[in-house]
């Protein structure tokens, strides 16, 4: 909800936003909200299980390399 209270606040109208998170679970969520509150151009994000962002940190350097692509 944070982020949600920033993006009502700020023009990002023709902007473009990358969404990624980490989590345990919940993924990405909220991407059409996004797009729509925001008015931006919201790319395919990244959700990547914060357990593997710690603990095997060279898949999730694979995972982020290839959505960066």
Do not use: C
Not at 7 to 22: A, W
Not at 44 to 64: C, F, M, S, T, W
Request: aromatic fraction near 10%; proline fraction near 4%; charge should be positive.
């Amino acid at each position: 909800m944070p982020m949600f209270t920033f993006f009502e606040k700020y023009n990002l109208k023709g902007k473009t936003i990358h969404p990624f998170v980490t989590h345990e679970g919940s993924g990405l969520s909220g991407v059409a909200r996004l797009k729509k509150v925001t008015g931006a151009n919201v790319t395919p994000g990244l959700a990547i299980y914060g357990h593997v962002a710690q603990n095997e940190r060279d898949k999730a350097q694979k995972e982020v390399d290839k959505w960066v692509k």
